[in-house]
């Protein structure tokens, strides 16, 4: 499981929130639609029985963010295989953000995004706002029935809300059975609209970053738009394959488009002279729209004491970053029906084509520019371990632990002059934890 989220909280780190709560939806969807039958049989659920599943997750970076999530999720099956699925989840993050800016050999001061305070970087360090944090609260809802023989349908909504951002989503799906249920295809869509209101207002892209405590009088030339809006369509199709009665295949075209405000109102680029001191800084300033393409495949084999579950993603887009994911599990089962489960995903992106760590105060700015870390080039890579067991009762537990690690790169900017001896593109470290409960 992981934090999936695109609001501001994700800003905190990519992987907190993979990009689309919406194309998840829809994935997840498909996922359910598309194991239709086999998924059924093998939980053996009962008619008018409400399953409920609760975790618990911790995740922490080295000297950044940490977030805190609970999750409880019920699902309930009736009459004529027709299911009910509920999710709320709390996430809790606190710690610290980068602000964009780049690294200096001399002490910064920073005013926060509120314009109430102000907090000062160390020399060679990673300008970091140590006062992030927020709070989302997410729900969703997601109906399930037969429409006809080998149709079914699935609806569902979703509500999630944060200090300054609110988003409302509805997606629905249809998946239809051939080959004696052996064969499934299947299609979604998705529709969101967002809201984003953050403290201390909107500020005009490529505007000039000002103290606002030493110069409250310009505190409002570039920051005066309280809020703004954007719009994302996702559209899924798929088809899912059960090769032999051990295997199960899926394959998944995705497209997303977002139109609106796209920039994060909470980050800056640097303007540095031919010695890499910083001569000012201006907010970043992206494309009001951007469209993705993603391809997915996913393979599962049943040996006699495991299953293996390997997955690869192919994702491109019109800001020119490509990205693959290869995501590997095996659960392996012990003798007293509890299991191990090693986990391994690798992750590698290129970076968006306007992003860069700083830009020349002698050059002209660019129509958009980002310094933002998560659309740069990087790898980054998760291994874990999960086990899991059953109470006498017949409930299922398991824990989870895992580390990740990514590696941001320079994409053909480098440190000089002054800059030398600084890591500009610092490696990021993090622990995850999880502790879940089925009843």
Request: proline share 3%; charged share 20%.
């Amino acid at each position: 499981m992981q934090l999936i989220n695109r609001t501001k909280s994700a800003k905190a780190d990519p992987k907190l929130k993979p990009a689309n709560k919406n194309l998840k939806a829809l994935l997840t969807t498909a996922t359910c639609a598309l194991l239709g039958s086999q998924a059924v049989q093998a939980e053996n659920v009962k008619e008018d029985a409400w399953q409920f599943d609760t975790a618990l997750m911790y995740y922490g970076e080295t000297d950044r963010v940490t977030a805190a999530e609970a999750i409880f999720a019920a699902k309930k099956t009736f009459k004529n295989d027709e299911q009910l699925n509920l999710k709320l989840t709390i996430d809790a993050l606190t710690g610290a953000s980068a602000n964009g800016a780049i690294a200096q050999p001399t002490i910064e001061t920073y005013t926060r995004p509120s314009g109430k305070g102000q907090y000062d970087v160390a020399a060679n360090e990673t300008p970091l706002d140590d006062t992030f944090r927020d709070t989302r609260v997410q729900f969703t809802g997601q109906w399930t029935q037969p429409l006809a023989e080998n149709y079914t349908l699935s609806a569902g909504g979703n509500l999630s809300k944060e200090y300054d951002y609110l988003s409302l989503s509805v997606n629905a799906n249809l998946a239809r059975d051939f080959n004696q249920k052996n064969t499934t295809v299947s299609a979604g869509f998705a529709f969101s609209q967002d809201t984003i209101t953050p403290e201390g207002g909107i500020p005009d892209g490529l505007s000039t970053v000002v103290n606002q405590i030493l110069n409250p009088d310009d505190a409002c030339t570039n920051k005066c738009t309280n809020d703004d809006n954007k719009t994302i369509v996702d559209l899924l199709f798929g088809v899912t394959q059960v090769i032999n009665k051990r295997m199960i295949t899926q394959f998944n075209y995705s497209y997303s488009q977002a139109d609106g405000y796209m920039t994060d109102p909470f980050k800056m680029v640097s303007l540095v002279n031919e010695r890499g001191i910083t001569q000012s800084n201006i907010y970043e300033s992206r494309p009001d729209s951007r469209a993705k393409h993603a391809f997915y495949g996913q393979a599962k084999y049943h040996f006699d004491n495991s299953v293996v579950d390997a997955s690869y993603r192919y994702m491109t887009d019109d800001w020119e970053i490509d990205s693959h994911t290869v995501d590997t599990r095996l659960r392996y089962f012990l003798a007293d029906g509890s299991y191990l489960e090693p986990h391994f995903r690798y992750y590698t992106q290129t970076a968006a084509q306007f992003y860069q760590t700083y830009l020349m105060a002698d050059q002209a700015i660019p129509e958009f520019v980002s310094a933002d870390y998560r659309i740069g080039e990087m790898d980054a890579y998760t291994v874990g371990l999960k086990y899991g067991f059953k109470m006498n009762q017949g409930n299922d537990v398991a824990l989870r632990l895992e580390y990740y690690k990514q590696t941001p790169k320079s994409s053909g900017q480098e440190a000089f002059g002054d800059l030398q001896g600084i890591d500009l593109f610092e490696e990021l470290d993090a622990i995850i934890l999880q502790v879940s409960y089925s009843f």
